[in-house]
């Protein structure tokens, strides 16, 4: 019989058990909504899936799989094992079986290699499916490129290596259908961007050779699925929004922990660390038979809590239980990965601590709960986490757990922004021209620019290509424009990155690369004293020379973390548009330049969360030409805010962090991705003025998000601040950690006053 409400597992069926849930939403059962194969579909497809129990598509495959087929680019854009694999794997193997080739695209190579398994264990005729990317041998790549007619790589592959080399993949781009997308909605800011500029330069590609391939995107459910699609594609797309698989009642938890004894900076109360929760909550579940995978941001993150578990199963006596909790992050060898994965997947493991490495690309079925350790960055990854429970049919549990941060604190206590709304819609701007400069330079070195490009990279590509001649990287000749150099221009775009010089991150003791980081990036990150994780491994950083582009390390296992803290000025260099309220206030999007410095760097303790204590650091100031969202009050609201004792400095200052920690909710950014300021009077308005600005180059798209849901986006702050149950302020509110003048002034009153100032009779 069918359950109206899912059945919560062993303790949590007790409501006094965990007096910290501050919400319990409970998700129906949803059976499926089956279709039916297409007339066109491969009988041997069929039959191989009917062989593993696959006898009918569901709804939403057999539609985008007949869009597709009909030449519409189209993305899929539904809930985590829906099958969204199947509904692009239809019409690829028809493509194949009649002589075509498909180019399968993913941001992780653990993705690639799961499709490429399952494909391979298919065991199609005539499908010749193979990876290409940096894994790949010499002798293999030479193969994939004569022989492969389902081609498995990723974006950095197709910018540095198919692309520049697209005469060697004639055939292949000569028979081009099909371009897979898959997790389309990983490719969001800098990243997203970049990504963007790289399909237009295959679409230009592909052109060259007579190819016209359809997109095929599959992303987890987004607002405004068809929309981001076709910016990230240049092509106007149907979105597949409707998800007929069937769905487990699932019930979803929303935890706050409570504020302890600790205190932080100025006193402020320092509360229980989503970690230790989880580490609490995990045991407990554990103990009750329950089969459970926690996410948590950080690989330290995942140490902790997989340690602190072990131990607390130990004290109470369960050392059996002890060895069937696990950690899963980054920098295991390959088969230690299979081998936790597999354990889960058998019931071996009870528990399993990982980062978003599991969020998507593996295959992980059978779990009965899912524990969510601090907001993942997005609503989206939020249901992807979720929706690794209940893959057996049956009821499953999903717990967000709040950390010390104003948009936790802001979810924790408004449900209906989770349970009510649609997910973010993906934010990106290709046409960045720090980003779109480099790959110009790239497709002209693939294939001269002529006029006729223009519509394809955008509006503003004369422009950018006058640019490019200027500094001499481009030649303007009477047949388009030209790539100058010897070097390989895809080398002027780094894809995952920020752009300009990178520093190399050196083990002092082995002599051994680590890695690298952007030089912006470097001084928050790598500054002497900073703890950098690598590979799951920690090391204190000793040095960081600037000049050198070297930051040296030695392995370490502190028991703090390190925020970086800065100081920054801004001004405004153009406004693109703004907007007046009828409180008077008005709210401008515009390009800014912004002076920054890295002055010091806080430890804090990786168990409580709580201040170890501050450091000074002396580094250069660095110049950031980039896009900001900023308001301002009018003369009269100053006035009555003066009146009513208003600390006008540190009521906007608290405004500003509380905003920064609010934008994530409506733009596919992570606070990181942004910065801000904050004045009485700032020398450019004239007014009081709180600034909220891309921390990228050029700027991201974040901003432009938060200009046009102002409205939203700050009676969000005002409500994150006004539920925190703080009196002064705290991290879940109105405190930053990486605030240059050490969280003063701040004043939580006069926050909330100002924001009522500027939103009175704006609508809300």
Known sequence: MRRSEPVLPG???????????????????????????????????????????????????????????????????????????????????????????????????????????????????GMRAAVYDGDTSPEERSWVREHGNYVLTNPDMLHHGILPRHGAWSRFLRRLRYVVIDEAHRYRGVFGSHVAQILRRLRRVCARYGSAPVFVLASATSGSPAESAGRLTGVPVIAVSEDGSPRPGMSVALVEPELTDLTGEHGAPVRRTAPSQAAEMLVDLVRDGV???????????????????????????????????????????????????????????????????????????????????????????????????????????????????????????????IFGRSVEATVLDPENPHIMGPHLCAAAQELPITKDDFDLFGEATEER??????????????????????????????????????????????????????????????????????????????????????????????????????????TVRSVLREQEWPSGATVYFGEVQVLRRVVGFLKRDVRTGSVLGEHPLELPERTLNTRAVWWTLPAEGEARLRAQDVGLLGAAHAAEHAAIGLLPLLATCDRWDIGGVSTAVHGDTGRLTVFVYDGHEGGAGFAERGYSAAREWLSATRAAIADCECEQGCPSCIQSPKCGTGNEPLNKAGALRLLDEVLEGSGN
Not at 31 to 57: F, M, N
Not at 367 to 374: E, F, K, N, R, Y
């Open 11 to 125: 303790v949590w069926r007790d409501n006094t058990r965990y007096p910290q849930v501050t919400h319990i939403e409970h998700v129906a059962r949803n059976d499926g909504v089956s279709g039916e194969w297409p007339g066109w579909t491969t009988s041997h497809l069929v039959e191989r899936l009917a062989d593993r129990g696959i006898t009918e598509p569901w709804s939403h495959q057999a539609e985008a799989a007949d869009l597709a087929r009909s030449g519409r680019d189209v993305i899929i854009a539904t809930g985590t094992a829906s099958g969204k694999s199947l509904a692009f794997l239809m019409p690829a193997v028809e493509a194949v079986d009649a002589g075509g080739t498909v180019l399968y695209l993913s941001p992780a190579k653990a993705l690639a290699q799961d499709q490429l398994r399952w494909i391979s264990d298919l065991d199609l005729p």
């Open 291 to 417: 089969r459970t995978l926690v996410f948590v941001r950080s690989r330290q993150g995942a140490e902790v809590i997989a340690l602190s578990a072990q131990r607390m199963l130990s004290e109470r006596g369960d050392d059996a239980l002890a060895e069937r909790v696990a950690a899963y992050r980054g920098g295991y060898l390959a088969s230690e990965r299979r081998r936790l994965e597999e354990g889960l997947r058998s019931g071996e493991l009870l528990g399993l601590v990982s980062t978003n490495a599991l969020e998507l690309g593996v295959d992980i079925s059978g779990l009965d709960a899912v524990l969510i350790a601090g907001w993942p960055g997005t609503l989206a990854s939020l249901w992807q986490q979720a929706g690794r429970a209940g893959r057996r049919g049956k009821d499953a549990l999903a717990v967000f757990i709040a950390r010390d941060d104003p948009l936790d604190t802001y979810l924790a206590h408004h449900p209906e922004a």
């Open 465 to 570: 290509l006058e640019e490019l001649v200027a500094r001499g990287l481009l030649r303007k000749r009477p047949r388009g424009w030209f790539w100058t150099s010897n070097e390989r221009a895809s080398d002027l775009a780094d894809i995952r990155g920020s752009g300009g010089s990178r520093i190399q991150i050196v083990d002092t003791g082995s002599g051994q690369l680590l890695g690298e980081v952007d030089e912006p990036a470097a001084h928050g990150t790598v500054h002497p004293g900073a703890v950098y994780l690598h590979q799951g491994s920690t090391y204190l950083v000793d040095e960081l020379d600037l000049d050198e582009g070297v930051a040296l390390v030695h392995p370490a296992e502190p028991p703090y973390s390190t925020w970086a803290r800065d100081t920054t000025d801004i």
